[in-house]
């Protein structure tokens, strides 16, 4: 069903018109992974590939990337998808005793 908004002429009267369907895009975060001195590289390309479906050389240039700038992207998704990604990349990253760090902003 279709909304509508009163619209008030100068003489105090009002009527409704029809309101224009509000289809805002949901907002979207950026993953990301920051460097650490101990997380092997190997380790951080399979993240990758494994969590993020990259190629095995598009997850050794983004590894390479965090390592020498400190932080690189692995996607863009909406926010649950995100939170669900950064979790589950900490959780194994905890489970196999490395401090890798994985965090999401807007983008
Ligand atoms: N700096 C790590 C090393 O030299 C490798 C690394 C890359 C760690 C990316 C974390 O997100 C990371 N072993």
Redesign the pocket.
């Known amino acids: 069903m279709s909304d509508f908004e009163p619209l008030k002429d100068g003489d105090g009267n009002t009527a409704l018109q029809e309101a224009k369907p509000q289809l805002k895009r949901p907002p979207l975060y950026k993953v990301m992974?920051?460097?650490?001195?101990f997380?092997?590289?190997d380790f951080?390309v399979e993240i990758l590939t494994d969590f993020f479906n990259m190629s095995e050389e598009k997850a050794t240039q983004v590894?390479l990337q965090?390592?020498t700038q400190g932080v690189g992207v692995c996607g863009t998704y909406t926010k649950d998808v995100a939170e669900t990604k950064v979790h589950i990349v900490n959780e194994y990253s905890r489970e196999h005793h490395h401090p890798?760090m994985c965090t999401m902003e807007e983008a």
């Open positions: 992974l920051l460097n650490d001195d997380t092997p590289m951080v590894m965090v390592h890798l």
